[in-house]
């Protein structure tokens, strides 16, 4: 396997930018070589349905431009579905528990939830914020165009809003100490 064959396997997984350090410690691989073979990816892709885009220190993979539109096409059909129980769901743990990670959503839900995540994100329902206490993962928020769409102006207008917040830190303390 090669080094630009990692990376492109890497960003694919992960979906949103990644830095050049992330990139050495996952590949094992000094950022020197990583940024020679992020050329050398770039240089391959050109002829694919896919760019890589670097600014700065971060890398991520996108669509191609000329094939935006189809892109473009696609997302509004996205837009016009329902949300559906798995949307519905992660929805309502990042408005009662949010700022929340991916991870703690994949947790409470019990499965997989990057792409409802990424519907969310598509359709302005909750937006990725940097976390502060680990900067390789990212928190989901409600947008205000969600708050305004549910028709309040606080997220301790929604129903039973404080009720389900202490039931969920008292969710969380339970696994604090069942890990300890």
């Given amino acids: 396997m090669t080094l630009e064959q990692k990376i492109e396997a890497l960003l694919f997984y992960k979906g949103e930018p990644v830095t050049i350090k992330d990139l050495s410690v996952?590949?094992?691989?000094?950022?020197?070589?990583?940024?020679?073979?992020?050329?050398?990816l770039?240089?391959?892709?050109l002829?694919?349905?896919?760019?890589?885009?670097i600014l700065q220190n971060e890398v991520e993979l996108r669509v191609a431009p000329e094939l935006s539109q189809m892109i473009l096409t696609l997302e509004k059909e996205e837009r016009s579905r329902p949300l559906g129980k798995a949307g519905s769901e992660t929805l309502s743990i990042v408005l009662y528990k949010g700022p929340v990670t991916r991870a703690d959503i994949d947790y409470i839900r019990g499965v997989n939830s990057t792409f409802i995540l990424r519907n969310l994100l598509i359709r302005g329902l909750v937006e990725k914020i940097p976390n502060p206490k680990d900067q390789r993962s990212y928190l989901y928020k409600p947008t205000l165009e969600l708050l305004s769409h549910l028709g309040v102006t606080r997220l301790e207008e929604?129903?039973?809003?404080?009720?389900?917040?202490?039931?969920?830190?008292?969710?969380?303390?339970e696994l604090a100490t069942e890990e300890n």
């Fill in 158 to 173: 929604l129903p039973e809003y404080e009720s389900m917040r202490t039931e969920l830190s008292a969710f969380d303390n």
């Fill in 47 to 53: 002829s694919r349905g896919l760019r890589l885009l």
């Fill in 26 to 40: 996952f590949t094992s691989e000094n950022e020197e070589n990583i940024k020679v073979a992020l050329a050398s």
């Fill in 42 to 45: 770039q240089n391959a892709l």
